[in-house]
Every structure is written in structure tokens, then in C-alpha cells.
């Protein structure tokens, strides 16, 4: 976590923000195809849910791009790496679709949510501890299935207590307010597709984020341990807004429409 906030904090900072914005894009698109292919190979187990979050994110920027930009080039290629991208992820979670439609997956974590909201009732200012959701809800320290609340706003809670709820809600509240600039911004400025592709993206997640819990954290339960992988989603989708309003409402063109 103090990695994440750390990067972030050199990411929005960076004297040449457009420069590196672009290395990385690059970059995150090599990082999930080399996550995928790892996956792919068998080397790691589970439903990749958070693989899968990664491909609908890049691929939410890249519709935005694909929509809003001005080169023909730049938006076939964005439209192009999009619809892969969202096919991937949804061939990555193809047994999970028919059951939201159903009504099945609401369903079936109803009795989890309404047993985690019974445990931070006990606790409402601490939270159940980092990553230790599975430990509370089974009562022993070995873990077996399930290992999250398939919550991310209540594994938040159980991870972080009030603070991190507060925290939370202060970012929704910015986040708000950087997301009406952007969309307020001059719809001609190059990078005015890339901030519609970020907005996109913090939606999906926010949305994703009530039936799964991988925009905050996975656990990873082997035969004789258990890691708790703290996500960096927050941040990248925080270091994407705030880059995405520098790049467009920093600009001369929003003052001028703005006075």
C-alpha cells in the first residue's frame, strides 16, 4: 500500500505528465498480456476476476479514445484493443454472466454481506483487519471457500474500518468533481477521449465492485498458507483521473471556457 501511494504520488507529479501517460499505456497493456499468458500457462489458480478487471479497465479507456479522438488511426487502433479486450474479459468470467442475470449472484451473496455486516457491527471503527475477513467469518485459522466477501465496498470496510470508509467517500466526493470538469472540457482537445475512457472506467469498476471484491484486495489461499493481495485499482484509477484532468483542465482552452 505505501507502494501504491507512493507511485501515485510520483505519477501525478511528473513534470512531463503527457510523456509518461503514454509509456504507461504501453506499459499496462504489456503488464496484462504478460499476466494473461502466466494465467493462460496454468502457473496461477482461481477465476482471475482481477484480470479480468484489469482488460475491462484498459479497455474502457481505450472506447473513450476510440469514440473522441481526432485520428482515424489512433481511434481504429483504440477500437480494435478495446472490443479484444472486453471479449477477453468476458471469456474470462463467462461462468459468472449468466448468473448475474439471473439474479444468482445477488442471491447467493446475500447471506455473506448480511453475516459481514453483522460481524462490523461488533467492530465499527477497527474493522475485522487487513485481510482478515476469512479468518473472522470461519472461526479458524484454516481457510477454506469462501475467502471474501465478494464485496469490495464491505471488504474495505472489514480491511480498513472507518478510516477507510471516510477515505472513500472523500474520493467519491473529488472524484465527482474532477469527473464534471472533464466532461465540461472542450470535446476538440486531444486527450478528451483518454479522460471519457478513465470516467468509464472508474464506472465499470465502481459498478464491478459490488459483487466482487478484486477492486480492493484477493486473497490467495494455498494447502498450508494464505497472502492477502492488496489491489492497486484505487490507485491507478486515481492516478488516471487526476492525469486526465491535468492533461485537459489545465489547459489554456478550459480557462478560456471557463471565463
Not at 496484462?32 to 476476476?49: F, R
Not at 484486495?217 to 493481495?229: E, S
Request: hydrophobic share 45%; charged share 10%; glycine share 10%.
Amino acid at each position: 500500500m505505501l507502494a501504491a501511494s507512493l507511485f501515485y504520488y510520483s505519477w501525478v507529479n511528473h513534470p512531463h505528465l503527457a510523456t509518461l501517460m503514454k509509456w504507461l499505456i504501453v506499459a499496462a497493456l504489456l503488464s496484462v498480456l504478460a499476466h494473461a499468458i502466466y494465467s493462460a500457462s496454468g502457473c496461477l489458480t482461481g477465476t482471475h476476476h482481477g484480470l479480468a478487471l484489469s482488460m475491462t479497465i484498459i479497455a474502457c479507456v481505450c472506447t473513450g479514445v476510440a469514440i473522441f479522438s481526432q485520428g482515424t488511426k489512433v481511434r481504429a487502433t483504440a477500437g480494435f484493443v478495446g472490443v479484444s479486450l472486453f471479449i477477453a474479459a468476458l471469456f474470462i468470467v463467462e461462468e459468472s454472466v449468466p448468473r448475474f442475470f439471473t439474479g444468482e449472484t445477488i442471491s447467493g451473496r446475500m447471506p455473506r454481506w448480511e453475516t459481514t455486516v453483522e460481524f462490523l457491527g461488533d467492530s465499527p471503527f477497527t474493522g475485522l483487519g487487513l485481510g482478515c475477513w476469512g479468518l473472522v467469518y470461519h472461526g479458524t485459522e484454516v481457510l477454506t471457500y469462501p475467502t471474501n466477501v465478494h464485496n469490495s465496498y464491505l471488504e474495505l470496510y472489514a480491511n480498513t474500518g472507518i478510516l477507510g470508509a471516510l477515505a472513500f467517500v472523500v474520493l467519491l466526493i473529488i472524484g465527482c468533481k474532477l469527473a464534471w470538469d472533464i466532461i465540461r472540457s472542450p470535446r476538440n482537445h486531444p486527450w478528451y477521449g483518454f479522460g471519457v475512457g478513465v470516467l468509464l472506467a472508474c464506472v465499470a469498476t465502481l459498478l464491478v465492485g459490488v459483487v466482487e471484491s478484486a477492486p480492493v484486495g484477493v486473497p490467495l489461499v494455498g494447502t498450508n498458507d494464505y497472502r492477502y493481495i492488496v489491489s492497486p485499482a484505487p490507485w491507478v484509477l486515481g492516478g488516471l483521473l487526476v492525469s486526465a484532468h491535468r492533461l485537459i483542465c489545465k489547459t489554456d482552452e478550459c480557462y478560456d471556457r471557463e471565463r
